[in-house]
């Protein structure tokens, strides 16, 4: 894990029992977890204003009070089927930071959101090594609740190293 | 009773930095040709630095200031001839004084040494008195700055002065203090002073910001009776004073030997005195200025100054702007009760207001255009702020490289958001430098090819459209093609072979690393200003472009929108999304003919509008949406003109123009190419605005690519 430690210690919010929160949501029946400290709102899907030239996973923008936020749909970027927006759809706007751009936001489409867990640090595995388009460098590891497996996403890692830097690396052709 | 006067001092520096601006411009005109007026705007400003100084305790600078005014003032009474190496002597004076003030207002160490210097300099040429004034010898003391009053009356002859010197008790609250006047007499002549305590209460009584001293003073040496009251000027209504002019031989002998040690002491002692009954005087030292000043040179040395930037964000707004402000806001105000009043009708059942309530609306939207207007004008700064360095500049820079430079400057009052105006001022002093290093010739080079021996510089800045276009231009060497290709081709930035025209050359020299210069000078040839210049520019969502003749010069021409915030746009309808096209870039809209579309080689498509082929862009294929219309004729053409290229952008359809604020794609995603912002609609939908160059240079690029891809397969 490439992650910085003293980073996620920082923002994670901690239980009293010493366990941080995370919400988690569906994509495909798979469970995935964010720290809920950055996660800044959750609203319904209402459409985007598309951009040109960009990777199937970045939908669009949307006007979120006035800062126009882009929209990324995971589904299309973990390479798992697609499917039609529906009312449960909604969008899970986070915040992610990193040293080039500071703090930003944006926002994720996914099938549901879940609910919010209070896992422990030490009932966190580490992710093993699969391939794909998750790889687990955005992973920041696997936790079990109840029978089902909680994939726990590093964003900031995700964001700005897998959705945005995709951008970086191949200029979309038309 | 203590007034705080540090939250003055802010106003005091921005003072101080207006006055030296002044002064420095002042400077640069007294260059061509003496005029009364300006030296007299440069003495005022002097003036009031110095005064303004002494009043918050900035001595120093009060003191060097004094010693620039005695010397401005000769020139000004005509005493003393306005010679070049006395004009680059005060511009050098104001450099020392800016960083005097600037080191003041960081609270920093003043580093005196280079003060000392140039205020030595400053005395040793009033010594050199503008008359062959022969007092100078009867001040042993203070010689330089006493060497050249009273050379009108009394010439060479020695003087006694009384003054009899009697404060009113609040004169200290006024901010007056005797001993700042008693310190500017000895400067004019050897003193002597009599204190009278005499109406001194006793200490329990006494009141510490009340004067109970009387003085006695005796001046010897040549004084007008004019230069002492001028120093009593400012207390002369709330006091008794008496200047009596005792007769001149008596005190000849006193003035040498004895009267200046006297002198010295007499007026420490009466400080001292007051000192240790309670202090009623601030306690200001009596020095003579020059041992103080490197008393603080010593301590000063050791303390290298650090630079550290404490920019206020403030800007001074003309008065006439804040009342426009103010009356518009009022005129809103009463919009605002309008439309409340007129609810309260309609909510009341009363029908035939809705009529009213449509013009109410229709103010309203009137009120808010004008308050924008309004308040984008307080940002708005002439653009003389960033012309006024180079004077000074090219000034500097010509002498040091032995070239002779006329600067030319129009449009300084041409108005620009004040973002664009503090990034702009790199960019172009790049351009200047740029200019004078490589463009102008030395002045045998430039008269061998026929031309003057001085070569023009010129700074031009107006509107168009809603741009602002600065002009830097020269009539110098230009830019040599050949070099220019060479060099490119040897960077490998252009292939050997390649066909370009020499816009496209010209152009070349923004690319990063690019110098032409055979030898690096300090001025500039690194190869790291054109790039940057560029890049500063298009930041600013402007452009840069060059033109040239080689031969007879170049002109970089830089245009800048007037704000960074809010666009003239034109919505215009792609498949179901809308775009904003800038207006400034539009030159018109246009249905188009099909018998005047043509093509070549089936792929590029042309129209021709009044002989002219035009190029056409389909956006919704460049941007890679989908778009409604296919078949050209049932859309629209957008013709624009952007880089000095006109090209025709293929829309579904346009909607109609409105005012958009400008919103960042990079704040939380990136820049995308072809789009150079976002905006909110009215109906809370994201509107991509279109960034023209960008989306004429993408096309292209397809264009390349497609038909490298058609080769390839071939």
């Not at chain 1, 009070?65 to 449960?88: C, N, Q, S």
């Not at chain 1, 994939?151 to 690396?169: F, S």
């Not at chain 2, 007037?562 to 003239?568: F, H, V």
Request: charged share 25%.
């Amino acid at each position: 894990m490439n992650a910085t430690p003293e980073q996620i210690n920082e923002t994670s919010l901690q239980t009293e029992d010493g366990l941080d929160q995370y919400l988690t949501f569906m994509l495909a029946d798979e469970e995935y977890g964010v720290d809920i400290l950055r996660v800044q709102e959750i609203k319904g899907w209402d459409g985007v204003t598309p951009m040109p030239n960009m990777p199937e996973h970045i939908l669009g923008v949307i006007n979120l009070r006035g800062t126009v936020v882009p929209i990324i749909d995971l589904r299309t970027y973990f390479e798992l089927p697609t499917v039609a927006y529906d009312k449960t759809t909604v969008v899970v706007v986070v915040r992610i930071s990193d040293e080039e751009h500071g703090e930003r936001t944006m926002g994720i489409v996914v099938d549901a959101v879940s609910e919010v867990h209070n896992i422990g640090k030490e009932q966190l595995r580490e992710s093993p090594d699969f391939g794909g388009a998750c790889s687990t460098e955005f992973i920041k590891g696997l936790a079990t609740e109840g029978d089902r497996m909680l994939i726990i996403l590093d964003i900031d890692q995700l964001m700005n190293n897998g959705v945005l830097q995709a951008l970086e690396h191949d200029p979309p052709m038309t | 009773m203590s007034i705080d006067l540090s939250e003055f001092h802010d106003v005091f520096f921005e003072e101080c930095f207006e006055g030296l601006g002044v002064m420095e411009s002042g400077l640069l005109t007294l260059d061509k040709g003496t005029d009364a007026e300006e030296i007299n705007a440069i003495f005022r400003a002097a003036h009031s630095i110095k005064g303004g100084s002494a009043s918050f305790g900035f001595m120093d600078i009060s003191s060097f200031t004094h010693v620039m005014e005695t010397l401005l003032d000769e020139m000004r009474d005509g005493r003393r001839q306005v010679t070049q190496p006395i004009v680059d002597l005060l511009l050098e004076s104001v450099d020392v004084l800016r960083s005097m003030v600037t080191a003041a207002q960081q609270d920093e160490e003043t580093n005196l040494d280079r003060a000392a210097e140039v205020q030595q300099k400053l005395e040793a040429v009033l010594e050199k008195s503008g008359d062959d004034d022969t007092s100078t010898q009867s001040c042993s003391d203070e010689s330089s700055s006493s060497s050249d009053t009273g050379p009108a009356s009394n010439k060479g002859q020695s003087q006694v002065w009384q003054i009899k010197f009697k404060p009113d008790a609040g004169m200290m609250k006024n901010g007056n203090d005797p001993a700042r006047i008693f310190r500017e007499l000895q400067k004019l002549a050897d003193m002597t002073i009599t204190v009278d305590t005499a109406a001194l209460p006793a200490f329990a009584d006494l009141e510490p910001e009340s004067s109970y001293l009387s003085w006695v003073l005796e001046l010897h040496g040549n004084v007008d009776e004019k230069d002492i009251r001028e120093l009593f000027s400012w207390v002369e209504d709330d006091s008794e004073l008496i200047i009596t002019s005792l007769h001149a031989e008596t005190a000849a002998e006193e003035n040498h030997g004895t009267a200046t040690a006297e002198g010295e002491t007499a007026i420490a002692e009466p400080v001292i005195a007051k000192q240790s009954e309670a202090a009623p005087l601030p306690d200001t030292e009596i020095q003579p200025p020059r041992e103080n000043r490197s008393a603080d040179t010593a301590q000063a040395a050791g303390t290298p100054k650090t630079a550290v930037s404490k920019e206020s964000g403030s800007i001074r707004v003309n008065i006439d702007k804040v009342d426009a402000l103010i009356n518009m806001v009022g005129e809103l105000v009463i919009t605002q009760s309008m439309l409340s009043q007129i609810s309260s009708d309609l909510a009341a059942g009363n029908t035939h207001t809705l009529e009213n309530m449509l013009d109410g609306i229709t103010q309203l939207e009137r009120n808010t255009r004008e308050l924008q207007e309004s308040v984008l004008q307080i940002r708005m700064l002439p653009i003389s702020f960033s012309f006024s360095r180079f004077p000074r500049l090219v000034r500097d820079l010509s002498n040091k490289m032995g070239k002779q430079i006329e600067l030319i400057m129009t449009g300084e009052h041409t108005e620009v958001d004040k973002t664009v105006l503090e990034k702009i001022g790199d960019p172009l002093v790049h351009l200047v430098r740029n200019s004078l290093d490589h463009g102008i010739e030395m002045p045998d080079t430039r008269k061998a090819a026929g031309k003057p021996e001085a070569g023009t510089l010129e700074l031009h800045a107006y509107h168009k459209g809603g741009n602002i276009i600065v002009q830097v231009s020269d009539d110098g060497a230009g830019l040599n093609r050949e070099k220019l290709l060479k060099k490119a081709i040897e960077k490998g930035l252009v292939s050997a072979n390649e066909e370009l025209s020499d816009e496209r050359i010209h152009n070349l020299i923004f690319a990063p690393g690019f110098s032409t210069a055979d030898q690096i000078s300090d001025v500039s040839g690194r190869g790291v200003g054109m790039d940057v210049v560029q890049r500063n520019i298009r930041d600013l969502g402007g452009n840069v472009s060059i033109t040239s003749r080689e031969g007879a010069g170049s002109t970089v021409t830089i245009r800048l929108p007037l704000t960074l915030a809010i666009l003239d746009g034109q919505l215009a309808r792609i498949g179901n999304e809308t775009y904003i096209v800038s207006l400034v870039s539009i030159v018109e809209s246009l249905q188009m003919q099909p018998d005047q579309i043509s093509t070549i080689t089936g792929q590029a498509e042309l129209y021709r509008l009044r002989d002219e082929y035009i190029p056409i862009i389909r956006v919704g294929d460049v941007l890679g949406m989908k778009s409604e219309q296919n078949c050209l004729q049932n859309g629209l053409l957008i013709v624009v003109e952007a880089d000095g290229q006109r090209v025709g952008l293929f829309v579904d359809d346009l909607l109609g123009q409105q005012q958009v604020v400008i919103k960042s794609l990079e704040t939380n995603f990136r820049q995308v190419q072809g789009i150079s912002g976002a905006t909110i609609l009215g109906d809370g939908t994201v509107a991509l605005i279109v960034d023209v160059p960008g989306l004429i240079q993408r096309h292209f690029d397809d264009c390349t690519r497609r038909s490298l891809s058609l080769t390839a397969v071939a």
